[in-house]
């Protein structure tokens, strides 16, 4: 089992940037993706972005491509999503995700606690 712990959430003003984090612990398998998903209130979790933990490669939902990034510190189980240009339409409880298959959570996997960003206009 996978344990993940967001950090970096918080408030940003339109055209901000935020940063966060994600700490893995636990017996992490190098084929696995890694990635972010987010849920707004009333609506239902989607995909942000996702991560290759060992070679790297990265997908993003159309919304936040050019805008996010995805980057992964190995040797020290980092996950993080550099979130610049923000958007009030970004405002969401932000989900870290270990075991993502496509744009979606894979059947075996785990999920962080969530972590809160608000943008204002």
């Known amino acids: 089992q996978v344990q993940l712990v967001e950090s970096g959430g918080g408030v940003a003003q339109a055209g901000g940037s935020l940063r966060l984090s994600c700490a893995a612990s636990?017996?992490?398998?190098?084929?696995?993706?890694m990635g972010w998903f987010r849920q707004a209130p009333g609506k239902e979790r989607e995909f942000v972005a996702r991560?290759?933990?060992?070679?790297?490669?990265?997908y993003y939902a159309e919304s936040v491509k050019g805008r996010f990034t995805i980057s992964r510190d190995i040797a020290k189980n980092m996950v993080y999503l550099q979130m610049n240009n923000l958007k009030p339409e970004d405002t969401a409880v932000y989900y870290c995700?270990?075991?993502?298959?496509?744009?979606?959570?894979?059947?075996?996997?785990?999920w962080g606690q969530g972590t809160q960003v608000t943008v204002s206009s």
């Open positions: 995700r270990y075991g993502v298959l496509g744009t979606a959570a894979s059947a075996f996997g785990s």
């Open positions: 636990g017996r992490t398998v190098s084929s696995y993706y």
């Open positions: 991560i290759n933990w060992s070679g790297g490669s990265t």
